[in-house]
């Protein structure tokens, strides 16, 4: 939840993908999380580290 952008709702769903498929392997693999599209991964790419 302190990614620009990214609420309760949505970090859950991160998390559980996370659960479910392991961690990421690349930044651009958040996309893959429902929700998670072009628009909303420009907002968070330069917070997010693998």
Known sequence: ???KGI???RAEDIIRY???NGGFQKIE???NVSGIKDASFEKI???ITV
């Open 29 to 31: 693999d958040i996309m």
């Open 7 to 9: 609420g309760e709702s």
């Open 45 to 47: 790419r330069d917070d």
């Open 1 to 3: 939840m302190t990614l």
């Open 18 to 20: 996370r659960e479910q």
